[in-house]
């Protein structure tokens, strides 16, 4: 068991009496311990687990042998995922998944909040058809004979939008959008008509233009002068 004390004991019939080396097996290699008899390891860690050699000599020769050391502990403080990741849509599929170190390999218990049945006995637990029914917290209890942790998850479900409610948003959006495109138009023809008349280029007399023999043409067909219309398409007499 972790953080128990562990005496090692190594004898061997032998004459002249046998001097003792222990090692610990180190990938492949040989790491010397201590000599003697015994090899004591207090308050053992899950790092002293492996394979022990006790070798004995004399000036007659050598033997050896193996132990093994397996140390036990209780399961280390368990971690839920959630796949798939982010948020979970109503309808979906959704997989719990505990995991948690120990030695032995522990057992997997799971449980939903205000619930004390068992939901399920696998390391991961997979809901179908997701429905706001099944947001709440959930618990992973896990433990071997050594001891036990629990850990709790909290699963947020979000409502599904109806379809016939999500065509409304995308028409109402584009009335909004229609709406705007309009009174940016207006606004833009509205600035347009109040913007003052061009001005008259240099050496050209405001309403009327030059006609091609130089002579001066009004701009307007027909003008009135005290109630008598006059037809200005006849040429006016040039300045000159």
Known sequence: MEGSSVTLTCSSDANP???YIWY????????????????????IQTSDSGQYQCRAQNM????????TIDVNYAPRT????????GQIMEGSSVT????????????????????NTVISTEQNFTITNVTTEHGGNYQCEVQNRVGRQITTKHLVV??????????????????????????VSLIFLIRKKRSPRQVAEPGERPGYRSGRDG???SE????????????????RPSND
């Not at 307007?220 to 040429?235: I, Q």
Request: net charge negative; hydrophobic share 40%.
């Open 17 to 19: 009496a046998a001097n």
């Open 215 to 217: 002579t001066w043409e």
């Open 96 to 115: 719990l998944t505990c995991s948690s170190d120990a030695n032995p390999a522990a057992n997997y218990t799971w449980y939903k909040e205000n619930i």
């Open 24 to 43: 610990k097996e180190n990938i492949n290699s040989l790491h010397l311990l201590s000599e003697g008899p015994q090899h004591v390891l207090r308050s």
């Open 158 to 183: 979000r409502a599904a939008v109806p379809l016939g409610t999500l065509e409304l948003v995308v028409i109402g959006t584009s009335i909004a959008i229609l709406l705007v495109v309009v009174d």
């Open 220 to 235: 307007y067909t027909v003008v009135e002068y005290s109630g008598v219309k006059v037809n200005h398409s006849e040429p």
């Open 78 to 85: 368990p971690s839920v995922s959630v796949s798939p990741p």
């Open 60 to 67: 007659l020769g050598t033997s050896f042998h193996w132990v």
